[in-house]
C-alpha cells in the first residue's frame, strides 16, 4: 500500500512541475508527431495536437521514442543532443517524403552544421535533405555526427545554391573532438544530388573507435567533388553507384594526415565519370595495410583506380575496369600492386609495354595485372564455372618440328581440372567468339602412337571433339595476338590429375598452380629426357635425372619427357580451388 501511495504522489509532482515549467507530458507514450505548422494545442501527442517543428519532438522525446514527421517543409536546423540514445526521426512519405532544409551557411570550412547528432543509436530516414540555398562564397554543413550506431537511410539529399561547396553527412575529426567514436555508423538506402558548384556526399572522418562502418547501397549524381571519402580504419563501402558532372574523385581511401589505415573493403560500387574514380593512399608517408578493392565496375573515368602509397597492402581483384580513358590502373607506390584478375575491357587483358597487344585499358608500371579476366567480371554462382583467367596465345613462339608452318606457335597446358561446361575443344572455340583471337592449327602428341593429332584446323573443330585434360600438352598454332579463357569449377571436387606416360615420347604440362622443379614434377618417373619447348628469343634446354636439379617447368607450358618405359605423372592440386591460392598463367 505505501508503494502504491508513493507512485501517486511521485506522479502528480511530474505533473505539477510539468505544468509550471510548460513542459508537455504523455503518460505512456514514446511517439511524438509533427506537422507543418503545427496542429491542435502543439502538444505533440497525437496528429490532431501536432509539433510545428522538428525540433520541438526531438526537444520532448527521450530515450528510445519516435519522431513522426508529416508531408510538408521544415526550415530548421537541428540537434539532437547526448542523452536521446535510441531515438527514431521517421519521415511519412504521405502523399511525399517531408523536406528538412537547414538555415545555416557559413564563409569558412568546415562551417557549422545544419543537423547534429550527438546520441548514440539514433535513426534518420524516410526524409528529402536539402542544404540552405548556398550564397557564392560561402558553404553548407550538412549533418555533423559524433557517436556509435547512428543509421541514416532512405533519404534523398539535395545540396543547391550559387556557393562553392556543401556537405551532405561528415563526422568529428578526432584531432577537433578526440573523444569521438562513430563505431557502428551505417549510411545506407540514399540518394544525394547537388548542383551547387561541387558537393562532398559522405565524409568520414578520422575517429578513435575500432568498429566497423558501412556505406552501402547508397546513389551520387550531379556535382560530386567526393561521393565518399574515409579517414579511418575499419570500413566497408560496398554497393554504391556514383557518376558525376565535374572532374572529381568517387571514392577516396586515405588520411589526409597520413596515418596508417586498414581493413577498407570497397566492393560492388559502380563509378563513372569522375577524373579519378578510386584514389587509395595520401602519399609515400601513409602505410594501407588489408586494403580490398573487389567486384567493383570502374568505367568512363580519366583514371581508374590510383594508388599513391603502400600497394604492397592493397589488393585490387576481380573488377571490371573498362573505358577510361588515361589509366584503367595507375600506381604510384614503390611497391607492386597486385592487380589480378580484372576484367580490362578486351580479352588480350590491359595496354602495357610487357603486355604486347593488349587492347584494354592502360596500366602503369609496377602493376601486376596476369592473368587477367578474359570477359566481364561476374560474382561465383554456386554449380557454375569460376572464371580463372586469360592464357595468352602471342603469335610468336615455339615451332613443333623444324619446317612445319613455321610461326605462332604457343605451347599450352592446363594445370587443374576444367569445368564441365568448358573442357572440350569446341567448348573453348565457343568461349573466344568474338575474341578476335583466330586459331590456325591446334594439335594434341598421341604418345601411345606417337603421332601428331590435328584438333583444329582455321578455327573449327577436327576428327573428335577432343577433351582438354591437366598434364597433357598442345601447341595452338594462331595468326593474331589474343587469349585463351580457362574455365574451372568452385563446386565440383576432383582430384590431383594423374597422367599415364608411354615409351617413347610425352607432351606433357606442370600439375600443380605454379612453377615446378623438374625433379620434384616428375618424381616417382623413370624418365630418360626432358627438352623444353623453344621461346622467343630463348635458349631450348634439355636435361637427363642427373642434370635436373635447378631446372623448373613453368605453369601453362608443354615440355617433351622421353620414357624408357611407362610411367604416371601424379599432379598437386585439388578442384576447386582454395581461396589463397594463385593460379598465374601470364608471368
Known amino acids: 500500500m505505501k508503494e502504491v501511495i508513493s507512485f501517486v504522489l511521485a506522479l502528480a509532482l511530474v505533473l505539477s512541475l510539468a505544468l509550471v515549467v510548460g513542459m508537455p507530458v504523455v503518460a505512456g507514450s514514446s511517439t511524438w508527431y509533427v506537422t507543418e505548422g503545427g496542429a491542435g494545442n502543439m502538444t505533440g501527442e497525437d496528429w490532431d495536437n501536432a509539433f510545428n517543428s522538428i525540433q520541438a519532438g526531438i526537444d520532448a522525446s527521450g530515450p528510445g521514442d519516435t519522431v513522426e514527421v508529416a508531408s510538408g517543409t521544415y526550415e530548421e536546423d537541428l540537434v539532437i543532443p547526448a542523452g536521446k540514445d535510441g531515438l527514431e526521426i521517421k519521415g511519412v512519405a504521405d502523399p511525399e517524403k517531408p523536406i528538412i532544409r537547414g538555415i545555416t551557411v557559413v564563409d569558412y570550412y568546415p562551417g557549422r552544421h545544419n543537423i547534429n547528432i550527438l546520441s548514440s543509436g539514433v535513426k534518420i530516414y524516410g526524409f528529402t535533405i536539402e542544404s540552405p540555398d548556398v550564397p557564392e562564397g560561402y558553404y553548407s554543413g550538412g549533418i555533423h555526427l559524433d557517436s556509435t550506431d547512428i543509421e541514416i537511410y532512405d533519404n534523398d539529399f539535395v545540396l543547391t545554391g550559387e556557393g562553392e561547396q556543401a556537405v551532405a553527412i561528415q563526422t568529428w575529426r578526432v584531432c577537433n573532438e578526440p573523444e569521438a567514436d562513430i563505431s557502428g555508423l551505417k549510411i545506407y538506402d540514399n540518394t544525394f544530388y547537388g548542383d551547387i558548384g561541387m558537393y562532398q556526399a559522405i565524409w568520414i572522418n578520422r575517429d578513435t573507435g575500432e568498429g566497423v562502418v558501412t556505406v552501402e547501397n547508397n546513389e551520387f549524381s550531379g556535382n560530386v567533388m567526393r561521393a565518399i571519402a574515409t579517414e579511418r580504419s575499419n570500413t566497408v563501402i560496398s554497393g554504391n553507384a556514383m557518376t558525376s558532372e565535374i572532374l572529381s574523385h568517387g571514392i577516396t581511401v586515405r588520411d589526409w594526415d597520413e596515418r596508417e589505415q586498414e581493413n577498407v ?38 583514371t581508374g583506380v590510383r594508388v599513391r602509397s603502400s600497394a604492397g597492402g592493397v589488393a585490387v581483384n576481380y573488377n571490371n575496369i573498362v573505358g577510361n580513358t588515361e589509366y584503367g590502373m595507375l600506381n604510384e607506390a614503390a611497391e607492386e600492386l597486385d592487380s589480378l584478375y580484372n576484367w580490362w575491357g578486351h580479352e588480350t587483358g590491359p595496354d602495357h609495354d610487357l603486355n604486347l597487344g593488349g587492347q584494354g585499358d592502360g596500366v602503369s608500371d609496377n602493376v601486376g595485372f596476369g592473368p587477367w579476366l578474359y570477359k566481364t567480371q561476374e560474382p561465383f554462382i554456386p554449380d557454375a564455372p569460376c572464371y580463372a583467367g586469360s592464357v595468352l596465345l602471342a603469335n610468336e613462339a615455339t615451332q613443333v618440328e623444324p619446317g612445319s608452318w613455321e610461326g605462332g606457335w604457343n605451347s599450352f597446358s592446363t594445370p587443374i581440372t576444367l569445368d564441365s561446361s568448358a573442357n572440350r575443344v569446341s567448348d573453348l572455340l565457343d568461349l573466344t567468339e568474338g575474341s578476335g583471337l583466330s586459331i590456325v592449327r591446334a594439335q594434341r602428341f598421341d604418345a601411345e602412337t606417337q603421332s601428331w593429332v590435328a584438333i583444329i584446323m582455321n578455327n573449327a573443330v577436327v576428327g573428335e571433339d577432343y577433351r582438354i585434360e591437366p598434364g597433357e600438352g598442345y601447341f595452338i598454332q594462331v595468326s593474331q595476338k589474343g587469349s585463351l579463357p580457362i574455365l574451372v569449377s568452385r563446386t565440383t571436387q576432383a582430384s590431383p590429375p594423374m597422367r599415364d606416360l608411354h615409351v617413347g615420347c610425352n607432351l606433357v604440362g606442370v600439375c600443380n598452380l605454379e612453377q615446378q622443379g623438374v625433379v620434384t614434377a616428375l618424381s616417382g618417373v623413370d624418365y630418360s629426357v626432358v627438352i623444353s619447348p623453344k621461346p622467343p628469343n630463348a635458349e631450348q634446354w634439355s636435361i637427363t635425372p642427373d642434370t635436373a636439379d635447378g631446372k623448373y617447368l613453368q605453369l601453362g607450358e608443354a615440355y617433351w619427357v622421353g620414357m624408357p618405359g611407362e610411367g604416371t605423372l601424379f599432379g598437386h592440386t585439388t578442384t576447386p580451388v582454395a581461396d589463397d591460392m594463385t593460379w598465374d598463367l601470364n608471368q
Open 265 to 302: 573493403e570497397v566492393a560492388g560500387n559502380t563509378v563513372e565519370g569522375f577524373l579519378v574514380g578510386l584514389v587509395i593512399g595520401e602519399n609515400e608517408d601513409q602505410t594501407l595495410t588489408s586494403i580490398v578493392v573487389s567486384y567493383n565496375t570502374i568505367r568512363g573515368n580519366d
